[in-house]
């Protein structure tokens, strides 16, 4: 054990995670939290790892998705986050969901009680001290204004911002069972799922139609001035946003109707809108990919214009925060260190990477740097073949500092695979994806193991 402890400063996933990987590592930690004392625009509890957006940490395929392997490869890594995701499971076809508030109260809990770990409910106002030796800055997208204003000085660079939209939640027992029917795309299971986990609710090409002239036409939050050319992330575009794209871009969006038959007509429907469980007891569903910057009146209203919804009743109604991340393939080095100021690291939302799983693994990965540096050991990084190791360089150089923008794991970050059939032909789809999962598998293990012979 060793007096010098890691500050980490935020109590989201990444910071979470991070506190675990260094105590497990036998390093004191000390985890400022600034709520309750300081409230965000999104948080709704104190709790530690409080998921404010879906409660889905998606696909847990670990041989054909990249971000199941990613999850694969931070449970080989003793993550806390994975372990208590996977003890508050709820049915999610494919996909691994949680009760937000169990998994909250459970990771709380591992925290609060290791002996190695001091929590300080205090915000850290500014750049941190300087006899703090060794710091991981885990603040996430809601970033307290004095520090990120540190951050950008220090930085020298333009902040980057862009907005997240979180979708509305609805009572079970308000939805119309005799309209919307049970079943996961293709009827596919997952961890804690039975191939009927999802809501659906069908639409015929006219109820569609209204529909999108409905979000088109609703009232939407007005941006403050400052705030109307932050960009939006692609990946959480908010249902208005997307409906102006184009008539049919919903339908290849979140209201895919493929691999969903209705029960009632036995066909496919035009569009369908699922809804995901939200908590263990199954009491409450969220609206997949139905983020919006509607006003609460119209999310009302046009929302109830959906087969099945006509009388919900929303536990949460959509919303908007802005999110923060700086430029770290400019301004981090390969463990995440801050290039002006090496004692502090970076971990999670604010270094660019986009989603819970990814923003945790990032976490563990910062926590596991600022550990082996205390203890003298020599801590190399994930290989880039794995989940971890392709994420890791993209946010901090394999991503261009001049387009930078927040991105989930995914395949292109990993090296080519160069695969062949026994006639020389390219081998594709679903093969190919499993090959890139072995390597990444094997390569961790090999990564692993060669750290317990450097911690021995």
């Known amino acids: 054990m060793t007096s010098k402890p890691v500050h980490i400063i935020g109590g989201g996933l990444a910071g979470s995670e991070a506190a675990w990987q260094v105590a497990s590592a036998g ?35 670990k041989e054909q998705n990249a971000v199941g392997l990613l ?12 372990r208590e995701g996977d003890k508050t499971a709820v049915p999610a076809g494919g996909a691994l969901a949680v009760d937000r508030d169990a998994f909250s109260d459970n990771v709380t809990k591992a925290l609060s009680e290791h002996p190695l770990i001091t929590i300080d409910r205090a ?28 951050i950008k000085n220090l930085g020298g660079e333009k902040e980057l911002a862009f907005f997240d939209a979180i979708a509305p939640i609805i009572y079970k027992d308000s939805i119309n069972m005799d309209i919307a029917w049970f079943q996961s795309r293709y009827d596919k299971e997952g961890p804690a799922g039975t191939g ?21 036409e609703s009232d939407k939050t007005e941006f403050k001035e400052w705030e109307k050319d932050t960009p939006y992330f692609e990946g959480c575009m ?80 959509g919303g908007l925060h802005r999110n923060t991340f700086i430029n770290s393939p400019r301004l981090l080095d390969n ?51 794995t989940a971890m190791g392709a994420l890791l360089n993209h946010i901090t150089g394999g991503a ?8 989930n794991v995914n395949f292109g970050l990993f090296p080519e695979l160069d695969l062949k059939d026994a006639r020389g032909r390219p081998i594709r789809g679903t093969d190919r994806k499993r090959g890139y999962t072995s390597r990444a598998i094997n390569d961790m293990q090999a990564w692993l193991n060669g750290q317990m012979k450097v911690a021995a």
């Open 335 to 385: 463990t995440l260190r801050m290039k002006v100021m090496p004692r502090l690291r970076f971990a999670g939302q604010i270094t660019g990477c986009e989603g819970y799983v990814e923003s945790a693994s990032v976490g563990l990965m910062a926590g596991r740097f600022a550990a082996a540096e205390i203890l003298g050991h020599n801590f190399e990084a994930p290989p880039v073949t």
């Open 196 to 216: 009927k986990d999802y809501i659906n609710c069908p639409m015929d090409q006219a109820q569609y139609e209204a529909f999108i002239q409905a979000l088109i």
């Open 71 to 82: 999850h694969e490869e931070m449970r080989m890594c003793g993550s806390l986050i994975m």
């Open 238 to 317: 908010p249902i208005e946003v997307m409906a102006g794209r184009g008539l049919d871009t919903l339908r290849y969006g979140p209201m895919k109707p493929v691999g969903l038959t209705n029960p009632n007509t036995g066909k496919r429907a035009h569009a369908v809108v699922q809804l995901r469980q939200d908590n263990a007891l199954g009491t409450l569903y969220n609206m997949v990919g139905f983020q919006t910057k509607m006003k609460y009146a119209e999310q009302t209203r046009v929302l109830k214009m959906i087969p099945g919804l006509e009388d919900a009743n929303f536990a949460r109604l």
């Open 27 to 61: 390093v004191p930690v000390i985890l400022h939290e600034m709520r309750p004392v300081r409230k965000t625009d999104a948080h709704k509890t104190d709790g530690f790892a409080e998921l404010v957006c879906s409660n889905s940490f998606r696909s847990d395929d």
């Open 400 to 407: 261009d500092a001049e387009t930078f923008q927040p991105m």
């Open 123 to 150: 915000e850290v106002a500014g750049l941190p001290p300087a006899d703090w030796h060794s710091v991981i800055i885990a603040t996430g997208p809601l970033t307290s204004p004095a520090l990120a204003d540190a």
